[in-house]
């Protein structure tokens, strides 16, 4: 009986931090917060503000990866503030890599076109990996390293959902290399000649 009461009010007390409005959209204008951004004025909002038309347009894969992602956070699509969810579209030359990196949150991603090897590295170094055919998805949990690989020969599509709507995106090699992390400290912590560190910094842009 005391169990009981103990958790209606645990109930109670979650219900009452519910969301206690339809939506958020998004307002740019107005400072954002750890919690996202501040509610658009309903009165102002009309049927575009919940469409998105960016994931229909490629992405430029004109980089050392020879992959774009393209992006719809509530950074970009402002309907998803305070929803609980992103998505992001992957293009892929053949060869084309969406190199190691991590999220705040898991990721279920589904091949539209090509062919890829998509895998994730758990926290015992253990790899999950496979090849994918058009039609597939796959799951990447929370927080774990994980890639994309074109095994293809032509272009290759995917999309991806997230669980946040800021999710976050971290590729190892840019925050080792395309930022001001000292090269001697890059050196030491990747187990890297100084020759094989300047020239990373100088491939991704860092500072050295």
Same mark, same amino acid.
């Given at each position: 009986m005391k169990f009981a009461v103990l958790f209606t009010l645990f109930l109670l007390a979650s219900l009452s931090k519910a969301i206690v409005e339809d939506f958020c959209v998004a307002d740019y204008t107005l400072p954002r917060g750890p919690a996202g951004y501040s509610?658009?004025?309903?009165?102002? *909002?009309? !049927?575009?503000?919940? /469409?998105?038309?960016?994931?229909?347009?490629?992405?430029? #894969?004109? +980089?050392?990866?020879?992959?774009?992602?393209?992006?719809?956070?509530?950074?970009?699509?402002?309907?998803?503030n305070g929803l609980g969810l992103a998505m992001a579209r992957l293009d892929f030359e053949p060869g084309g890599v969406v190199a190691l990196h991590t999220h705040r949150t898991s990721e279920v991603l589904i091949l539209a076109k090509g062919k890829i090897v998509a895998g994730f590295i758990s926290t015992n170094n253990t790899a999950y990996y496979k090849t994918l055919k058009v039609g597939d998805i796959m799951i990447f949990p929370q927080?774990? *390293?994980? !890639?994309?690989?074109? /095994?293809?020969?032509?272009?290759?599509?995917?999309?991806? #959902?997230? +669980?946040?709507?800021?999710?976050?995106?971290?590729?190892?090699?840019?925050?080792?290399?395309?930022?001001?992390?000292?090269?001697?400290?890059?050196?030491?912590?990747?187990?890297?000649?100084?020759?094989?560190?300047?020239?990373?910094?100088?491939?991704?842009?860092?500072?050295?």
């Open positions: 509610c658009k004025d309903p009165d102002k *909002l009309t !049927f575009d503000d919940f /469409v998105f038309t960016g994931l229909g347009v490629p992405g430029n #894969t004109s +980089n050392i990866y020879s992959s774009a992602v393209t992006p719809a956070f509530s950074s970009e699509f402002a309907a998803f927080s774990l *390293l994980h !890639f994309q690989v074109n /095994v293809g020969k032509t272009r290759a599509l995917a999309f991806v #959902t997230l +669980n946040s709507a800021k999710p976050g995106l971290q590729f190892i090699d840019n925050s080792l290399f395309a930022g001001n992390l000292p090269p001697e400290l890059a050196q030491k912590i990747m187990v890297l000649d100084p020759k094989q560190v300047k020239k990373l910094k100088k491939a991704f842009g860092g500072t050295y």
